[in-house]
C-alpha cells in the first residue's frame, strides 16, 4: 500500500484518500468547516490549508488526493499563516455576538478563531446585515449573519435527506444561503443541519435560548420511534430534558436521527402528563395513593377472574414499551390464567398455523443496506414510516446503483431513483405481489407456486422479478402498510415464494421502536389477539402505553368494547379526554427517558438504556408497576428488584450484552397462497371507494402527538381526503370542500367530515384518510371500503 507523511509520522492509506481522511486516522487534527466524513467535498472555506513539500503553495488537505511518498506539514509557518488568513477573512462579516450566541460552547468557528486565528482583526468597515428567514418550526434562521457559507446545510439536502430545500444565492459578499422562494424546511431529517452548521446560523428553534451548552448533562438513550432504534444524546437540565441530539453508530444510524427523534422530547413536558394514580369513585376519576390504585386493580382483575372466567381479561401494549414491560405484562395476564395478550395494535390479519414462532425482523443488518444490489419494498410509506432506513436504501440506490423498487398504494415520493415504482389499491396489493411471483418463476423455469394459475405478469412485474435475480445482496422488505393490511399473512407468504425462487431473503422494516422485542419477550396471544379481543369484547381491559381510540386498527371496534367493559385499567405516561371517559384506573407510569428498559431493533440488536431523569410527579416505571401488581395478585416469578434482572429472564444470555444480536429471529413462512386473497375488491364506483389509511410521521405514537414543534410542520397538518382528481369527479365532489365519511361493520357506522383534496399520487377508486389522529378515530378499518359524499 502507498505511504504518506503527516508532521514526522508515516502510514500507508487506502486508494483515493485525501489528506484529510489520513490525518484523522493518525489523530492529527487539521482545522476544518466546510469538510464533513459523510458529505461530498466542497473546499469552499479554505481553512485546512497544509504544506505539502515540493508545492509551492498550500493546499487544502479535505480535497488533495494523498499520494505515495507526499510529506505533510500541517503546522508549519506557512501551514499556520495560511490558516490565520483564511480564519481573519471568515471573520470579517462575522458579528460579535458571542456571548447571546445559542451556539456558544459548542461553536466550532469559535474554537477555532481562538485555535488558529488571530488575536485581532485588521479590518474595521462596518458588517453586512443578511435578513432573517423563516423556514418553518424546527429551525431558526434568525442570526444568517453568523452564516461562513461552508455549504454543509446544502450538501446534506441533497446528498442525504434527498432534497435540496436550501441554496446558494448572489455572488462574493452578497451570497447568502435561503430557502427556495421562501418555502418551508420539511425534510423528515431537516433537523440535523443544525448539527451540521458549524456556527451559529441554524440553530434549534424549540431549544433556542433554553439553556446554555456547557450547563447541560448528557447521557446516552434510544429511541422508540421506530424500528431503526437511533442512538441518542440526551442533554438534561436539573430533572427537565432540554434537547437530544445523535449519538453516532455506524453499524445503526450512523451520525443522524430523524426530527421525529430530535423534538419529540416536547411531548415529555405536555399539559397531558399523567402524574398521580386516579381511580373512578361514583363515576368521577378521582386521586388516590399509589397503593390504593394497585389494590384496586388486583381486587378488580381478582374478581373479574374468579366470576366470570380468565378469559374475560385481556391486555393491549404498544410496541413502543421496553422488552421488560411487555414481559412482565404478559407474566401477569398469564398468571391470572388467561392468554389475551397482544403488542401489534394496529394489526388485523393474524395467523396462527404453519407460522414459527420466531420474531419478524430485517433480515439483514441495516448497516448492509447501504450495499444492497437490489430490492423490492412492498406496502410502505417508506420515507416517513421509518426515515433512516430509507437513507440507507438512498444511498444503495446513489452510490451502489442498487435497483430499488416499491409497490405502495400511494405516488409519494421516496426521494430517490427507483428501478420500478407500482401504485395500486389495497386490494390490489397481493394481486401486484403475485404478478411479481409468477414472472420471477417464469423467469428462473422454476416450478409454479400453487394458486397463480390465473395471474398474468406485466411489464413492471418483470422488471421487478428480473431485478431480483441478479447476482450479490437482494431484499423483499414487508412494510408497515403490508404487516396492517387486511392479507397480511397471504403478503408474506407471496414474499417467501419470491425469495424461495429469485435467491432473496424476505425482511420486515417494523412500524415501532421494539416490534422484535415485543415477540422476544414473549407478549403473543395463545387465545385472542389484538382485534379479537375488541371484536369478541372482554369484561377487563389491561392497556401499556397504547390510546386505542388512536393506536388500533379499528378505534370505533376498541372504544366500543371498552365502553362495554367492567375493570379497563390504563398504564400511561399521558391522559387525553377520551381516556378519561372510558379508563376506570389511571395509572401514570415513565416514558423512555424516566426508566431503564431494552428495545431490540429490527436487526435484532438488543440496545440496553437507563433513564436521563427522574419520574415526573409520582408516575412509576411500568416494569415496577406491573412486578408491584403481580406480588399483590400473589403470582409466582415477581421478584424482580432490577429491570436487568427482566431482561436477563427473557433474552439469552448470548443477547444479554448491549450491542449485541438477540436469538429466536425467524421471517420463514410455509402456507399455500390463498387464490381469493388475489381477487381485488368489486369496483362498485361512485361514491364507495377502498380506504387508504396511512399513519403519519407525527401521528404514529402518544409522544410525537404531544410535541409542539412537530405538530405545527407540514407533516402534522390535520387529515384530509385525498383522492385522484377522476375519482372526486366521478363522485361527484369539488377539491375543498367539505365531506363525509362512513365506514360500516358489523359494529355500527363509524364517521368522520374531512376536507377533499386533489392527491394524483392516490390509486383509482381510493380515499386516503389518515388515522392516528382525533379527525378521523370515530371510522372504522385501516383499509375496506368507505363511502364518500358531500356534507
Same mark, same amino acid.
Given at each position: 500500500?502507498?505511504?504518506?507523511?503527516?508532521?514526522?509520522?508515516?502510514?500507508?492509506? #487506502?486508494?483515493?484518500?485525501?489528506?484529510?481522511?489520513?490525518?484523522?486516522?493518525? $489523530?492529527?487534527?487539521?482545522?476544518?468547516?466546510?469538510?464533513?466524513?459523510?458529505?461530498?467535498?466542497?473546499?469552499?472555506?479554505?481553512?485546512?490549508?497544509?504544506?505539502?513539500?515540493?508545492?509551492?503553495?498550500?493546499?487544502?488537505?479535505?480535497?488533495?488526493?494523498?499520494?505515495?511518498?507526499? *510529506?505533510?506539514?500541517?503546522?508549519?509557518?506557512?501551514?499556520?499563516?495560511?490558516?490565520?488568513?483564511?480564519?481573519?477573512?471568515?471573520?470579517?462579516?462575522?458579528?460579535?455576538?458571542?456571548?447571546?450566541?445559542?451556539?456558544?460552547?459548542?461553536?466550532?468557528?469559535?474554537?477555532?478563531?481562538?485555535?488558529?486565528? *488571530?488575536?485581532?482583526?485588521?479590518?474595521?468597515?462596518?458588517?453586512?446585515?443578511?435578513?432573517?428567514?423563516?423556514?418553518?418550526?424546527?429551525?431558526?434562521?434568525?442570526?444568517?449573519?453568523?452564516?461562513?457559507?461552508?455549504?454543509?446545510?446544502?450538501?446534506? $439536502?441533497?446528498?442525504?435527506?434527498?432534497?435540496?430545500?436550501?441554496?446558494?444565492?448572489?455572488?462574493?459578499?452578497?451570497?447568502?444561503?435561503?430557502?427556495? %422562494?421562501?418555502?418551508?424546511?420539511?425534510?423528515?431529517?431537516? =433537523?440535523?443541519?443544525?448539527?451540521?452548521?458549524?456556527?451559529?446560523?441554524?440553530?434549534?428553534?424549540?431549544?433556542?435560548?433554553?439553556?446554555?451548552?456547557?450547563?447541560?448533562?448528557?447521557?446516552?438513550?434510544?429511541?422508540?420511534?421506530?424500528? @431503526?432504534?437511533?442512538?441518542?444524546?440526551?442533554?438534561?437540565?436539573?430533572?427537565?430534558?432540554?434537547?437530544?441530539?445523535?449519538?453516532?453508530?455506524?453499524?445503526?444510524?450512523?451520525?443522524?436521527?430523524?426530527?421525529?427523534?430530535?423534538?419529540?422530547?416536547?411531548?415529555?413536558?405536555?399539559?397531558?402528563?399523567?402524574?398521580?394514580?386516579?381511580?373512578?369513585?361514583? $363515576?368521577?376519576?378521582?386521586?388516590?395513593?399509589?397503593?390504593?390504585? %394497585?389494590?384496586?386493580?388486583?381486587? =378488580?382483575?381478582?374478581?373479574?377472574?374468579? !366470576?366470570?372466567?380468565?378469559?374475560?381479561?385481556?391486555?393491549?401494549?404498544?410496541?413502543?414499551?421496553?422488552?421488560?414491560?411487555?414481559?412482565?405484562?404478559? *407474566?401477569?395476564?398469564?398468571?391470572?390464567?388467561?392468554?389475551?395478550?397482544?403488542?401489534?395494535?394496529?394489526?388485523?390479519?393474524?395467523?396462527?398455523?404453519?407460522?414459527?414462532?420466531?420474531?419478524?425482523?430485517?433480515?439483514?443488518?441495516?448497516?448492509?443496506?447501504?450495499?444492497?444490489?437490489?430490492?423490492?419494498?412492498?406496502? +410502505?410509506? @417508506?420515507?416517513?414510516?421509518?426515515?433512516?432506513?430509507?437513507?440507507?436504501?438512498?444511498?444503495?440506490?446513489?452510490?451502489?446503483?442498487?435497483?430499488?423498487?416499491?409497490?405502495?398504494?400511494?405516488?409519494?415520493?421516496?426521494?430517490?431513483?427507483?428501478?420500478?415504482?407500482?401504485?395500486?389499491?389495497?386490494?390490489?396489493?397481493?394481486?401486484?405481489? #403475485?404478478?411479481?411471483?409468477?414472472?420471477?418463476?417464469?423467469?428462473?423455469?422454476?416450478?409454479?407456486?400453487?394458486?397463480?394459475?390465473?395471474?398474468?405478469?406485466?411489464?413492471? &412485474?418483470?422488471?421487478?422479478?428480473?431485478?431480483?435475480?441478479?447476482?450479490?445482496?437482494?431484499?423483499?422488505?414487508?412494510?408497515?402498510?403490508?404487516?396492517?393490511?387486511?392479507?397480511? /399473512?397471504?403478503?408474506?407468504?407471496?414474499?417467501?415464494?419470491?425469495?424461495?425462487?429469485?435467491?432473496?431473503?424476505?425482511?420486515?422494516? $417494523?412500524?415501532?421502536?421494539?416490534?422484535?422485542?415485543?415477540?422476544?419477550?414473549?407478549?403473543?396471544? +395463545?387465545?385472542? !389477539?389484538?382485534?379479537?379481543?375488541?371484536?369478541?369484547?372482554?369484561?377487563?381491559?389491561?392497556? %401499556?402505553?397504547?390510546?386505542?381510540?388512536?393506536?388500533?386498527?379499528?378505534?370505533?371496534?376498541?372504544?366500543?368494547?371498552?365502553?362495554?367493559?367492567?375493570?379497563?385499567?390504563?398504564?400511561?405516561?399521558?391522559?387525553?379526554?377520551?381516556?378519561?371517559?372510558?379508563?376506570?384506573?389511571?395509572?401514570?407510569?415513565?416514558?423512555?427517558?424516566?426508566? +431503564?428498559?431494552?428495545?431490540?431493533?429490527?436487526?435484532?440488536?438488543?440496545? +440496553?438504556?437507563?433513564? @436521563?431523569?427522574?419520574?415526573?410527579?409520582?408516575?412509576?416505571?411500568?416494569?415496577?408497576?406491573?412486578?408491584?401488581?403481580?406480588?399483590?395478585?400473589?403470582?409466582? =416469578?415477581?421478584?424482580?428488584?432490577?429491570?436487568?434482572?427482566?431482561?436477563?429472564?427473557?433474552?439469552?444470555?448470548?443477547?444479554?450484552?448491549?450491542?449485541?444480536?438477540?436469538?429466536?429471529?425467524?421471517? &420463514?413462512?410455509?402456507?399455500?397462497?390463498?387464490?381469493?386473497?388475489?381477487?381485488?375488491?368489486?369496483?362498485?364506483?361512485?361514491? @364507495?371507494?377502498?380506504?387508504?389509511?396511512?399513519?403519519?410521521?407525527?401521528?404514529?405514537?402518544?409522544?410525537?402527538?404531544?410535541?409542539?414543534?412537530?405538530? *405545527?410542520?407540514?407533516?402534522?397538518?390535520?387529515?384530509?381526503?385525498?383522492?385522484?382528481?377522476?375519482?372526486?369527479?366521478?363522485?361527484?365532489?369539488?377539491?375543498?370542500?367539505?365531506?363525509?365519511?362512513?365506514?360500516?361493520?358489523?359494529?355500527?357506522? =363509524?364517521?368522520?367530515?374531512?376536507?377533499?383534496?386533489?392527491?394524483?399520487?392516490?390509486?383509482?377508486?381510493? /380515499?386516503?384518510?389518515?388515522?392516528?389522529?382525533?379527525?378521523?378515530?370515530?371510522?372504522?378499518?385501516?383499509?375496506?371500503?368507505?363511502?364518500?359524499?358531500?356534507?
Amino acid at each position: 500500500m502507498p505511504e504518506i507523511e503527516i508532521d514526522g509520522q508515516v502510514t500507508q492509506f #487506502a486508494d483515493g484518500a485525501n489528506i484529510m481522511e489520513v490525518a484523522e486516522q493518525l $489523530g492529527v487534527y487539521i482545522p476544518h468547516f466546510c469538510y464533513h466524513k459523510k458529505l461530498s467535498i466542497a473546499a469552499s472555506c479554505r481553512a485546512c490549508l497544509v504544506q505539502v513539500a515540493g508545492a509551492n503553495k498550500p493546499v487544502p488537505a479535505c480535497a488533495t488526493p494523498a499520494t505515495n511518498g507526499m *510529506k505533510v506539514f500541517t503546522h508549519s509557518p506557512l501551514a499556520a499563516q495560511a490558516q490565520q488568513g483564511v480564519m481573519e477573512f471568515l471573520l470579517i462579516n462575522h458579528p460579535l455576538d458571542c456571548p447571546i450566541c445559542d451556539q456558544g460552547g459548542e461553536c466550532q468557528l469559535q474554537d477555532l478563531a481562538v485555535g488558529y486565528g *488571530k488575536g485581532a482583526s485588521r479590518f474595521q468597515e462596518e458588517k453586512r446585515v443578511v435578513v432573517h428567514k423563516d423556514p418553518g418550526p424546527l429551525i431558526s434562521m434568525q442570526e444568517m449573519n453568523r452564516c461562513i457559507h461552508c455549504t454543509r446545510c446544502v450538501r446534506f $439536502g441533497q446528498e442525504i435527506a434527498g432534497i435540496m430545500e436550501l441554496g446558494m444565492v448572489n455572488r462574493n459578499m452578497h451570497a447568502e444561503i435561503t430557502t427556495f %422562494l421562501g418555502r418551508s424546511i420539511d425534510s423528515e431529517l431537516s =433537523g440535523n443541519m443544525i448539527d451540521l452548521c458549524p456556527v451559529g446560523a441554524l440553530t434549534s428553534k424549540p431549544f433556542r435560548f433554553a439553556a446554555r451548552n456547557w450547563e447541560l448533562s448528557r447521557l446516552p438513550s434510544i429511541s422508540p420511534h421506530d424500528s @431503526v432504534g437511533a442512538n441518542l444524546t440526551v442533554q438534561t437540565l436539573g430533572q427537565r430534558v432540554m434537547r437530544v441530539l445523535p449519538r453516532e453508530n455506524e453499524a445503526v444510524n450512523e451520525c443522524w436521527i430523524s426530527d421525529r427523534d430530535r423534538f419529540s422530547y416536547e411531548g415529555l413536558n405536555s399539559p397531558e402528563r399523567l402524574t398521580r394514580p386516579q381511580i373512578r369513585i361514583d $363515576g368521577e376519576l378521582r386521586e388516590v395513593e399509589w397503593n390504593v390504585a %394497585l389494590d384496586y386493580v388486583a381486587h =378488580g382483575l381478582r374478581d373479574i377472574r374468579d !366470576n366470570f372466567g380468565a378469559d374475560e381479561i385481556a391486555a393491549l401494549a404498544a410496541p413502543w414499551s421496553t422488552v421488560e414491560e411487555l414481559h412482565l405484562l404478559q *407474566k401477569v395476564v398469564r398468571g391470572l390464567g388467561s392468554g389475551n395478550v397482544d403488542f401489534r395494535p394496529r394489526r388485523s390479519d393474524f395467523a396462527t398455523k404453519g407460522v414459527p414462532a420466531g420474531a419478524r425482523w430485517l433480515g439483514m443488518r441495516i448497516a448492509e443496506l447501504n450495499e444492497l444490489d437490489a430490492a423490492l419494498v412492498v406496502g +410502505s410509506f @417508506v420515507r416517513k414510516d421509518v426515515p433512516l432506513f430509507t437513507h440507507r436504501l438512498r444511498q444503495a440506490a446513489t452510490h451502489n446503483w442498487g435497483r430499488i423498487s416499491l409497490i405502495s398504494l400511494g405516488d409519494d415520493d421516496p426521494l430517490m431513483d427507483l428501478h420500478q415504482h407500482v401504485v395500486v389499491s389495497p386490494s390490489q396489493l397481493p394481486m401486484a405481489l #403475485a404478478r411479481v411471483v409468477k414472472a420471477a418463476a417464469l423467469q428462473c423455469r422454476a416450478p409454479m407456486p400453487a394458486g397463480l394459475e390465473a395471474v398474468v405478469p406485466d411489464i413492471e &412485474s418483470e422488471e421487478i422479478a428480473a431485478s431480483l435475480r441478479v447476482r450479490g445482496k437482494c431484499m423483499i422488505f414487508l412494510g408497515r402498510v403490508a404487516v396492517q393490511h387486511p392479507h397480511a /399473512v397471504q403478503l408474506h407468504v407471496l414474499a417467501q415464494q419470491l425469495a424461495d425462487i429469485t435467491g432473496a431473503r424476505v425482511g420486515f422494516i $417494523g412500524d415501532s421502536g421494539n416490534g422484535v422485542g415485543g415477540y422476544l419477550s414473549g407478549a403473543l396471544p +395463545s387465545a385472542r !389477539n389484538a382485534r379479537t379481543m375488541f371484536a369478541e369484547p372482554r369484561r377487563a381491559y389491561v392497556l %401499556l402505553n397504547v390510546e386505542p381510540e388512536l393506536d388500533c386498527h379499528n378505534a370505533q371496534l376498541a372504544m366500543q368494547a371498552l365502553r362495554q367493559a367492567e375493570l379497563r385499567v390504563v398504564l400511561s405516561p399521558f391522559v387525553s379526554d377520551t381516556m378519561r371517559e372510558y379508563a376506570d384506573v389511571l395509572l401514570p407510569v415513565a416514558p423512555f427517558t424516566e426508566t +431503564s428498559g431494552t428495545f431490540v431493533n429490527c436487526e435484532g440488536r438488543v440496545q +440496553s438504556f437507563k433513564g @436521563v431523569v427522574r419520574p415526573l410527579g409520582e408516575s412509576r416505571p411500568a416494569w415496577k408497576v406491573l412486578r408491584v401488581l403481580g406480588n399483590l395478585l400473589d403470582l409466582p =416469578g415477581f421478584e424482580f428488584t432490577s429491570s436487568e434482572e427482566v431482561r436477563d429472564a427473557v433474552l439469552p444470555p448470548a443477547s444479554l450484552r448491549d450491542g449485541q444480536f438477540a436469538t429466536g429471529l425467524d421471517n &420463514s413462512i410455509r402456507l399455500p397462497i390463498d387464490p381469493t386473497a388475489l381477487v381485488p375488491a368489486k369496483d362498485v364506483g361512485g361514491r @364507495v371507494l377502498e380506504r387508504i389509511a396511512d399513519v403519519p410521521i407525527y401521528f404514529a405514537d402518544p409522544l410525537v402527538r404531544r410535541a409542539p414543534a412537530l405538530q *405545527k410542520t407540514r407533516d402534522a397538518e390535520p387529515p384530509s381526503a385525498r383522492m385522484s382528481a377522476a375519482t372526486l369527479a366521478e363522485a361527484g365532489l369539488v377539491a375543498g370542500a367539505p365531506v363525509r365519511l362512513r365506514q360500516a361493520s358489523a359494529h355500527g357506522v =363509524g364517521e368522520a367530515v374531512l376536507t377533499a383534496v386533489i392527491d394524483d399520487g392516490v390509486p383509482a377508486g381510493c /380515499v386516503r384518510v389518515s388515522t392516528g389522529h382525533p379527525g378521523t378515530a370515530a371510522l372504522g378499518d385501516m383499509f375496506g371500503p368507505i363511502s364518500v359524499e358531500a356534507a
